[in-house]
T-cell receptor, first 116, second 113 residues
Framework: GAGVSQSPRYKVAKRGQDVALRCDPI?????LFWYQQALGQGPEFLTYFQNEAQLDKSGLPSDRFFAERPEGSVSTLKIQRTQQEDSAVYLC??????????????FGEGSRLTVL | AQKITQTQPGMFVQEKEAVTLDCTYD???????LFWYKQPSSGEMIFLIYQGSYDQQNATEGRYSLNFQKARKSANLVISASQLGDSAMYFC??????????FGTGTRLTVIP
């Protein structure tokens, strides 16, 4: 597609359920990022892939969060045993090169997760 | 440690007027990049403008310009001739050695007709 595509756009989960959020980056983009944006806050870094390699997962808040990009294109962010504090918008972004240069970071519209 | 500060939770501007959105940053890394993104109600983050720490001139992109004052560690965004479509959240962000962006808390801009 022309841009970064994320699905689902909206997800409501009961506390304790597992959820999976999908990101389809721009074709050919090497780098892929996941961010978490709580209500009224700026995005916070979760994890970064270069092709299929997860180079940085320092932002993942707990071991309930897991991300993968097995073939270097589509990525999935999985949250196990969801908690209310996981409620946020999860943004995916991609970049054409292996290094951020002059702002070539393209974001999707996000997946809004609400945990009841 | 890196830090981005946006002290204006909300700003109002009259249509066709100019507005300045403030951003200060803190880093010990001599090489860094500063970004501004716009986030309309649809949720997508839209890249506006970039300034590298070694760039001698302030960045400009159409109606957007970045007032970069390195000694004061500020990178304010100036939007000239505001339009109704400029109403959105605006985020300042910084990249240092790590390959990701650190974002501020944002400023909500409302353009008044």
């Amino acid at each position: 597609g022309a841009g970064v595509s994320q699905s689902p756009r909206y997800k409501v989960a009961k506390r304790g359920q597992d959820v999976a959020l999908r990101c389809d980056p721009i074709s050919g983009h090497v780098s892929l990022f996941w961010y978490q944006q709580a209500l009224g806050q700026g995005p916070e870094f979760l994890t970064y892939f270069q092709n299929e390699a997860q180079l940085d997962k320092s932002g993942l808040p707990s071991d309930r969060f897991f991300a993968e990009r097995p073939e270097g294109s589509v990525s999935t962010l999985k949250i196990q045993r969801t908690q209310q504090e996981d409620s946020a918008v999860y943004l995916c972004a991609s970049s054409p090169g292996g290094k951020l240069n002059t702002g070539e970071l393209f974001f999707g519209e996000g997946s809004r997760l609400t945990v009841l | 440690a890196q830090k981005i500060t946006q002290t204006q939770p909300g700003m109002f501007v009259q249509e066709k007027e100019a507005v300045t959105l403030d951003c200060t940053y803190d880093t010990s890394d001599p090489s860094y990049g500063l970004f501004w993104y716009k986030q309309p109600s649809s949720g997508e983050m839209i890249f506006l403008i970039y300034q590298g720490s070694y760039d001698q001139q302030n960045a400009t992109e159409g109606r957007y310009s970045l007032n970069f004052q390195k000694a004061r560690k500020s990178a304010n965004l100036v939007i000239s001739a505001s339009q109704l479509g400029d109403s959105a959240m605006y985020f300042c962000a910084m990249r240092t050695g790590a390959n990701n962006l650190f974002f501020g808390t944002g400023t909500r801009l409302t353009v008044i007709p």
